[in-house]
T-cell receptor, first 113, second 110 residues
Framework: EPEVTQTPSHQVTQMGQEVILRCVPI?????FYWYRQILGQKVEFLVS????????KSEIFDDQFSVERPDGSNFTLKIRSTKLEDSAMYFC???????????FGPGTRLTVT | QKEVEQNSGPLSVPEGAIASLNCTYS??????FFWYRQYSGKSPELIMF????GDKEDGRFTAQLNKASQYVSLLIRDSQPSDSATYLC??????????FGTGTRLTVIP
């Protein structure tokens, strides 16, 4: 069964460093998303991406964040200068055309020290 | 900001019983509703979605939607210990984004 994959599973970085989280969405899906979940809190929407551009972003997704689809399979989230409060699980999700059903990857645990 | 409210639990039911999980949402214009299961330390797993008023059944799971009351629920019949997890209610926000509740932690007691 096709699934969303994410790498790395765990990333430790120092405050102020740049990180890139990688995702491979389900191959025939057209919509891609990033969510985050701070430990013990709810899943929060960051950004949605369709047709090579951002279609929606939340207040969390400020200038420190960017997304890119560098090739036909990968979808990345970059955090330019990490802060302690960026520590969270980051989930990538994808959905097909005309479908709101989003399928999540296993997540990347980001720890900022 | 669209709000999705769930009772955080924990909800404990004996094995074989029916577990009932509830969710309310603030945006009357919301059209699509989802239930995800999240095991500790894992990612959300989609188990049910519902778009129309009424009931939708899939195996042991039934989703119920009442748009007039802005209420969506999930029933799990013949609960199993493997159903023990946090159940997340999610509401589509109108731009392909999902708003999640805080989740209800379910424990099924053998």
């Amino acid at each position: 069964e096709p699934e969303v994959t994410q790498t790395p599973s765990h990333q430790v970085t120092q405050m102020g460093q740049e990180v890139i989280l990688r995702c491979v969405p389900i191959s025939n899906h057209l919509y891609f998303y990033w969510y985050r979940q701070i430990l013990g809190q709810k899943v929060e929407f960051l950004v949605s991406f369709y047709n090579n551009e951002i279609s929606e972003k939340s207040e969390i997704f400020d200038d420190q964040f960017s997304v890119e689809r560098p090739d036909g399979s990968n979808f990345t989230l970059k955090i330019r200068s990490t802060k302690l409060e960026d520590s969270a699980m980051y989930f990538c999700a994808s959905s097909g055309d005309y479908s709101y059903e989003q399928y999540f990857g296993p997540g990347t645990r980001l720890t900022v020290t | 900001q669209k709000e999705v409210e769930q009772n955080s639990g924990p909800l404990s039911v004996p094995e074989g019983a029916i577990a009932s999980l509830n969710c309310t949402y603030s945006d009357r214009g919301s059209q699509s509703f989802f239930w995800y299961r999240q095991y500790s330390g894992k990612s959300p797993e989609l188990i049910m979605f519902i778009y129309s008023n009424g009931d939708k059944e899939d195996g042991r799971f039934t989703a119920q939607l009442n748009k007039a009351s802005q209420y969506v629920s999930l029933l799990i019949r013949d609960s199993q210990p493997s159903d023990s997890a946090t159940y997340l209610c999610a509401v589509e926000g109108g731009a392909n984004n999902l708003f999640f509740g805080t989740g209800t932690r379910l424990t099924v007691i053998p």
